[in-house]
């Protein structure tokens, strides 16, 4: 596991060891004119309570560890790693952990009156800055700005342009969401949710194994076929792409943060081939695994020379 989620793992220990019930801690990582970054650690599991909140601007959340129940007026989804909790400024909304306990998420908090000069420079019309789903489901589209942020948040680094990434994810969150908009998926029940959450978590906390349809399937008691279609109303994606991008995320943060070979890093992602890793890397991120660490590496001098 990444360092975001030994931290996460490591808490719920101590809550464990402690008796305690579960709590939220909040850490300020960056903030701007109508816009602030938060590090945010949830030990809250089973036992507790969930409760009812407000957003008091928008907010779009990357979820980097860990799972939970989002329900808000808009609908009600399972957040996991990779995907993007929705929110509309003065809603309510409760998220619970009713099948696994704790998560980790950079949560990037709007003023509305600047979210919405955002999406009018953006092109879109007024109105339709709202988000009419609670969830972005983990895509290919968010991958090289959740491993920024999460290599960011896991090292305090101070490499990463904040501001720009608020605006890059506001971007690309409205004009996904807007895509999004056009999918429908049947209601599944809280049976499902256990299930798939418990998948989920296994693919995280072990993203090298050999993970098969049939090896989920199997763990979660169901047919390869009810699995399959489970898994995808849930999440959003399908385990083959949720393992593939569990794996990528792994590597991103291998690449920048140690002097590995690229792979040996690929062979400890659970890739069988250095050329299928590369393929896939350069499809999720843009660029070549070398090209990545080089960037990385290239934007931490200039941050340690500024």
């Known amino acids: 596991m990444g360092k975001i989620a030994v931290e996460l793992e490591a808490a ?11 709590s939220t801690q909040m850490r300020t990582i960056a903030a701007g004119e109508g816009w602030q970054v938060t590090d945010v650690l949830c030990t809250f599991g089973p036992r507790d309570r969930p409760f009812e909140e407000r957003h008091a601007g928008v907010c779009i959340a990357m979820v980097l560890a ?3 129940g989002y329900r808000s007026a808009a609908g009600r989804e399972l957040l996991t790693p990779g995907s993007l909790l929705l929110g509309n400024a003065g809603e309510c909304f409760e998220c619970g952990h009713r ?11 709007y003023q509305s009156a600047y979210f919405e000069r955002l999406a009018a420079d953006m092109g879109f019309a007024h109105g339709d800055a709202s988000f009419r789903h609670v969830r972005l489901p983990p895509l290919r589209a968010f991958s090289g700005l ?3 942020a999460c290599s960011a948040a896991a090292h305090g680094a101070s490499d990463v342009s904040w501001d720009e990434l608020a605006v890059e994810l506001a971007d690309l969150t409205l004009r996904s969401a807007r895509a999004d908009a056009k ?10 949710w256990s299930r798939v959450t418990q998948a989920a978590r296994l693919i995280d906390e072990t993203p090298d194994a050999p993970h098969t349809l049939a090896s989920l399937a199997q763990l979660c008691g169901l047919s390869d076929f ?4 489970s898994f995808e109303r849930v999440t959003g994606v399908t385990p083959h792409q949720y393992v593939l991008r569990a794996r990528l995320r792994h590597a991103a943060l291998r690449l920048a943060d140690e002097d590995a070979k690229v792979v040996d890093i690929a062979l400890d992602s659970g890739f069988n081939d250095v050329s299928n890793f590369n393929h896939a890397f350069r499809a999720e ?4 695994p070398r090209a990545w660490r080089m960037q990385r590496g290239a934007r931490r001098c200039e941050a340690r020379n500024a």
């Open 183 to 192: 999918r429908r998926h049947a209601a599944t029940g809280a049976s499902a």
């Open 146 to 148: 959740i491993a920024r």
């Open 12 to 22: 719920l220990a101590r809550r464990d060891t402690l008796g305690a019930p579960g």
């Open 99 to 109: 099948h696994a306990s704790g998560d980790r998420c950079v949560s990037f908090h």
């Open 226 to 229: 009810y699995f399959l279609r």
């Open 285 to 288: 991120f843009g660029m070549s």
């Open 66 to 68: 860990g799972a939970f």
